[in-house]
């Protein structure tokens, strides 16, 4: 049941998948395009690694697009036949979640081998001056890390009830509201900060997103 | 200083020739007359201050510890003498008997929103010269520590005022107590391993010889020789001088790497003047805040007494001097700024295990809750 599953995800998918895959190739190759020259001067150098660096913002959004997209892609279907495949097979609905979850987890690893071959071949085609390293296991490793992390939780939200989306968006207004009302009322610590400090800060869950995406760096 | 201790020391600086039974000569009454006249401002001066003070209604207590005197509301008199003394035993620790030279300073603590009033700053900075003063401006919530941390640049510039003009043109940078921080170490590490010359490269790789070159601490004539070598000279008119200069020498230069063409702009390049008026001709390989970090680490090594000894003889060359200070052979002292600087690099970029397991640990947790969903009853 897994292999059919895996099959329906791939084929509702694949296209969008493809360009993300290819895009998470070029992203590492074109983040060390300044760093081909070995006689490269002081600013060259620098200006290199702020190019690494900018590049880097990338790899998150990328983490992002990759696991919406599964996530909507894998859920969609269902939600427009209001789960009457789901309904008629033999096994439970965290059985069948389940399956859904492990397809998806499977088909971002096409992306995340994308990131890594491509850094891969970014890091043997730099000519970096000695103490600057690459970093390409590391840097693929974050992706997926991340990658998964922005799946389940675009997961959990796609397989929940209309009521449940309802909520998260209700409390996403209130904390906005909340913010303006604070600001106006010129108090500094906003529910915003709170929030946004709890999840990108470890041991959040969006922690892993804050990390340094260098594929090279000291 | 009082109005009346001026006037009496004024009177004694008439009298006292008199008393001593000798005629005082014309030029003798003349150079009385103008001492008189600069205490009399003087002491007009504090006059003017002080009724301007009182009629603003403005009360400023004193808060001193060693040679570092703050004025400060009454309010914020407390804070200041908080402040005070942990500025001191810093400035104390980092210049030793050198510190004694802020005697004469007076800063005014003013901290944001605070319930005294601080005397107009532009009365102020326009009064007599000799009556000096700055204004040290702390947060609303500031504490003892922001206090501190705010005073010692000021004090610590200046102390560096005194320093001889050989000293002040070679570091270009102001020796702060604490201001040296890991994070100036890690900037070091970056700038040794992205800067593109010999000097900086082969210092990073462990040439002590080299970071002398890059520290702009070896001697001779010409430092475009002394510092750079013939691989650099390109590169440094191409990024340095823009490539102003005599067209056929930059082309020379640039496109044939020749290298007398290339020192030959160099030497002549359009900037040259603005350096010499500094006392610089030559920009040196690395920044004033790597030559900060070697002063510093001679300081730490030499104990309270090392910044005497690292003004002590003007004459000395820079090495002399610092080696004098840490009180150790300046080879010695520059391996262990070297080791310092290589231990320094910024966190690499790695996945934690924490991380990386807390990342996992969400994934399963919004998995989980994906698979208890509702959905379907």
């Known amino acids: 049941m897994f292999k059919q599953i895996l099959y329906t995800q791939w084929k509702w998918s694949r296209l969008t998948l493809l360009l993300l895959a290819v895009v998470g190739f070029a992203i590492p190759v074109l983040s060390v395009r300044d760093f081909g020259d070995p006689s490269a001067g002081?600013?060259?150098?620098?200006?290199?690694?702020?190019?690494?660096?900018?590049?880097?913002?990338?790899?998150?959004?990328?983490?992002?697009?990759?696991?919406?997209?599964?996530?909507?892609?894998?859920?969609?279907?269902?939600?427009?036949?209001?789960?009457?495949?789901?309904?008629?097979?033999?096994?439970p609905r965290w059985h069948y979640a389940l399956l859904r979850f492990s397809a998806g987890v499977v088909l971002i690893g096409l992306v995340v081998a994308a990131v890594w071959i491509g850094a891969l071949v970014a890091s043997a085609s730099a000519s970096a001056p000695p103490g600057?390293?690459?970093?390409?296991?590391?840097?693929?490793?974050?992706?997926?890390?991340?990658?998964?992390?922005?799946?389940?939780?675009?997961?959990?939200?796609?397989?929940?009830?209309?009521?449940?989306?309802?909520?998260?968006?209700?409390?996403?207004?209130?904390?906005?509201?909340?913010?303006?009302?604070?600001?106006?009322?010129?108090?500094?610590?906003?529910?915003?900060s709170f929030v946004l400090s709890h999840l990108v800060v470890w041991p959040g869950p969006l922690a892993i997103f804050t990390g340094r995406w260098m594929l090279i760096d000291v | 200083m009082s109005e009346r201790v001026l006037a009496a020391l004024a009177a004694l600086a008439l009298i006292a020739p008199g008393a001593a039974g000798q005629t005082p000569t014309v030029a003798e009454f003349a150079a009385r007359a103008r001492r008189l006249d600069t205490l009399a401002a003087r002491a007009?001066?504090?006059?003017?201050?002080?009724?301007?003070?009182?009629?603003?209604?403005?009360?400023?207590?004193?808060?001193?510890?060693?040679?570092?005197?703050?004025?400060?509301?009454?309010?914020?008199?407390?804070?200041?003498?908080d402040g005070v003394r942990l500025a001191w035993t810093g400035l104390d620790r980092t210049f030793g008997a050198r510190a004694q030279l802020l005697a004469g300073n007076q800063f005014l603590l003013y901290q944001l929103g605070q319930q005294d009033p601080v005397p107009d700053s532009g009365g102020w900075y326009s009064?007599?010269?000799?009556?000096?003063?700055?204004?040290?401006?702390?947060?609303?919530?500031a504490n003892a520590q922001d206090v501190s941390r705010t005073l010692l640049p000021n004090a610590a510039n200046v102390i560096a005022q005194h320093e001889d003009s050989t000293f002040r043109l070679w570091l270009q940078a102001v020796i702060t107590p604490?201001?040296?921080?890991q994070d100036l170490f890690r900037s070091v590490y970056n700038e040794l391993v992205t800067a593109p010359w010999r000097a900086s490269r082969g210092c990073f790789l462990g040439d002590l010889g080299a970071c002398r070159r890059a520290l702009a601490l070896s001697g001779g004539g010409d430092p475009w020789v002394d510092w750079y070598a013939s691989g650099?000279?390109?590169?440094?008119?191409?990024?340095?001088?823009?490539?102003?200069?005599?067209?056929?020498?930059?082309?020379?230069?640039?496109?044939?790497?020749?290298?007398?063409?290339?020192?030959?702009?160099?030497?002549?390049?359009?900037?040259?003047?603005?350096?010499a008026q500094h006392g610089h001709r030559v920009p040196a390989p690395v920044s004033p805040q790597t030559r900060l970090t070697l002063?510093?680490?001679?300081?730490?090594?030499?104990?309270?007494?090392?910044?005497?000894?690292?003004?002590?003889?003007?004459?000395?060359?820079?090495?002399?001097?610092?080696?004098?200070?840490?009180?150790?052979?300046?080879?010695?002292?520059?391996?262990?700024?070297?080791?310092?600087?290589?231990?320094?690099?910024?966190?690499?970029?790695?996945?934690?295990?924490?991380?990386?397991?807390v990342a996992v640990g969400w994934a399963l947790v919004f998995g989980f809750l994906a698979l208890r969903s509702t959905r379907w009853r």
């Open chain 1, 42 to 91: 002081i600013w060259e150098v620098r200006d290199a690694l702020d190019s690494v660096a900018a590049w880097g913002y990338a790899y998150p959004i990328l983490a992002a697009a990759v696991a919406l997209l599964l996530s909507v892609t894998t859920w969609g279907p269902d939600h427009q036949g209001r789960h009457v495949y789901a309904l008629s097979l033999p096994v």
């Open chain 1, 132 to 192: 600057l390293h690459a970093y390409p296991q590391a840097l693929a490793l974050r992706f997926a890390l991340a990658t998964v992390v922005a799946y389940s939780i675009f997961f959990a939200i796609a397989a929940g009830t209309n009521r449940t989306a309802g909520v998260i968006l209700v409390l996403i207004i209130a904390i906005f509201v909340i913010e303006v009302v604070s600001l106006l009322a010129g108090i500094e610590a906003t529910p915003t």
């Open chain 2, 44 to 81: 007009d001066a504090f006059a003017r201050r002080a009724d301007s003070l009182r009629r603003a209604g403005i009360t400023l207590d004193s808060a001193r510890d060693g040679a570092l005197l703050v004025l400060a509301g009454p309010h914020e008199v407390g804070l200041a003498r």
């Open chain 2, 127 to 141: 009064g007599p010269s000799h009556v000096r003063y700055a204004i040290v401006s702390v947060a609303g919530w």
């Open chain 2, 178 to 181: 604490g201001g040296v921080t």
């Open chain 2, 232 to 275: 650099d000279y390109r590169a440094l008119v191409r990024d340095l001088t823009l490539a102003r200069g005599d067209p056929a020498l930059v082309n020379a230069c640039l496109r044939t790497d020749d290298e007398a063409a290339c020192l030959s702009v160099l030497r002549g390049n359009w900037y040259a003047p603005w350096y």
């Open chain 2, 295 to 357: 002063v510093t680490i001679a300081l730490e090594r030499g104990g309270r007494d090392a910044y005497p000894r690292l003004m002590s003889d003007p004459r000395a060359t820079i090495p002399d001097r610092l080696a004098a200070a840490a009180g150790e052979p300046f080879d010695s002292l520059l391996s262990q700024w070297r080791r310092r600087v290589i231990g320094a690099p910024a966190p690499p970029v790695v996945v934690t295990a924490g991380v990386a397991w």
